[in-house]
């Protein structure tokens, strides 16, 4: 998610300090980041980020007309139904992952036992969340599936363009990098889920298309994508 938010502030070309504090979860006003900070405000998560910078006056989508809105509000939709949602239940659902990756990555902020006990309750609110929306009986093949389809779809809407709405980038599509450039570039027990997102040549091609054109020679500024420079070799 905070990719998302860091590629949409690229695209609107306005300036943005990244800071990552280990307790940002704790800071948001709704509990998820990201959030950001400005003047005496704080807003936090994607789609209020972006209605917060619409009424500023920036927006990606004002070219669009009523259909290709819907349509975009659609497919933006369906990758946090989707990919999100597969993201999550890969770290935190996959018992494997969460003992050898998960819980020492989320807690290793904090000293013992605190971090396993803010790990473990991460997990069973992240497992709550799962077993609300249907997920929780799922097998990893089936989530798999579902992310298979998921990009199968992404895929043919974007075909040969540049972006998902031609030549100009839209609030999808820095939605779909954020999404698909952590899949890509985040160490799991399995790589399943990353080769997945390269059977689709067009969407690698534009994760790597954006991360050239709005994140190259910015890496000092954007402390998410230096800190993950060291898979880039899945893009190229």
């Not at 031609?166 to 799991?188: R, S, W, Y």
Request: aromatic content about 10%; overall charge neutral; some cysteine.
């Amino acid at each position: 998610a905070t990719l998302c938010f860091q590629a949409f502030l690229q695209m609107c070309n306005l300036p943005v300090r990244v800071i990552c504090r280990a307790n940002a979860e704790y800071m948001s006003p709704s509990g998820k980041v990201p959030f950001i900070h400005v003047g005496n405000q704080v807003v936090s998560e994607l789609g209020p980020i972006v209605q917060f910078v619409k009424a500023k006056g920036h927006s990606l989508s004002d070219g669009l007309d009523e259909v290709q809105k819907a349509e975009m509000k659609a497919y933006m939709e369906l990758v946090n139904n989707m990919l999100l949602t597969a993201e999550l239940y890969l770290q935190w659902c996959d018992d494997v992952t969460v003992e050898e990756i998960t819980h020492p990555r989320y807690g290793s902020p904090y000293p013992w036992p605190l971090n396993r006990i803010l790990s473990y309750q991460k997990q069973w609110e992240v497992r709550r969340k799962m077993k609300a929306i249907g997920w929780a009986g799922k097998t990893l093949e089936q989530v798999l599936e579902d992310v298979d389809q998921c990009c199968h779809a992404l895929s043919q809407r974007l075909g040969t363009q540049p972006y998902f709405f031609n030549k100009q980038p839209t609030e999808l599509d820095a939605l779909v990098f954020g999404h698909l450039f952590t899949i890509l570039t985040t160490q799991l027990i399995t790589d399943e889920l990353s080769e997945k997102v390269k059977n689709y040549s067009n969407l690698t091609a534009f994760c790597r298309r954006i991360e050239q054109q709005y994140f190259e020679g910015h890496e000092k500024d954007s402390s998410t994508i230096a800190a993950r420079s060291s898979k880039r070799s899945l893009l190229r």
